[in-house]
């Protein structure tokens, strides 16, 4: 299954996926300007004048002796659509442990089994408030329709090009981070609080010139001392 839809993005049958794509962007793009219910009877009603159709096309051949009149579909009538016990146990299990997942996933982000992931949720939630003031749902739906159908196929066509840009990026958000943190480091290390001067044990963010020429005079500082040491900060 999962590889007949990668062969389908990436455009390995030209003719069916353009017919899938064709289709379904015509459905969106009528269900922009009319209602669901109409959308889905017309659709209903051009599928049944197509098989009707070619129903009665091989009756007319048959009437003129020239086909044997059999249903165009019989193939498909005939195909068996029974599940066996092991397949109907085999799906039930499948839906219920995505109705599970689902309502574990649920009941841990709204009953707040954790606050941070509650609060991510909640932010996400007020960004699509805005997404949802400037597009709706359907629009959003037929954007990622045309994103599913062209971007795997422009990534496998220009994959080395983009990898090359991806990576100029990230190497510079990775740098740009890197000096954030190094300058905040430094800053937090030199900056003291206002009005107090560093404890006695605590490294001096600068450097008091030692004055070894004021023995002679009338002993501020004693002979040989430096007035970075920590017997004169008080």
Not at 199 to 228: D, Q, R, V, W, Y
Request: proline residues 5%; positive net charge; contains cysteine.
């Amino acid at each position: 299954m999962g590889s007949k839809v990668a062969d389908l993005l990436y455009w390995k049958d030209t003719r069916t996926s353009g017919a899938i794509f064709t289709g379904l962007m015509a459905s969106l793009l009528c269900l922009l300007h009319f209602s669901i219910v109409s959308v889905a009877a017309h659709l209903a009603l051009l599928g049944l004048c197509a098989t009707i159709s070619l129903r009665v096309y091989r009756k007319v051949l048959q009437a003129v002796h020239r086909g044997d009149g059999t249903n165009p579909f019989q193939a498909y009538l005939d195909m068996d659509l029974t599940l066996t016990r092991e397949q109907t146990e085999r799906l039930s299990q499948q839906i219920a442990s995505h109705v599970v997942s689902t309502a574990t996933q649920l009941r841990h982000f709204f009953l707040v089994e954790d606050l941070v992931d509650s609060l991510k949720l909640a932010l996400l939630f007020y960004i699509l408030t805005f997404v949802g003031a400037i597009f709706n749902g359907l629009t959003l739906v037929i954007l990622g329709v045309v994103a599913l159908f062209t971007v795997p196929l422009l990534y496998r066509q220009h994959q080395a090009q983009i990898d090359q840009y991806v990576g100029l990026v990230t190497s510079q958000l990775s740098h740009i981070i890197s000096l954030r943190i190094q300058s905040q480091s430094r800053m937090r290390r030199v900056s003291l609080p206002e009005g107090r001067l560093p404890h006695p044990s605590s490294p001096l963010p600068f450097h008091f010139p030692c004055i070894h020429t004021l023995s002679h005079s009338a002993e501020p500082f004693p002979s040989g001392k430096c007035l970075s040491d920590p017997d004169y900060i008080s």
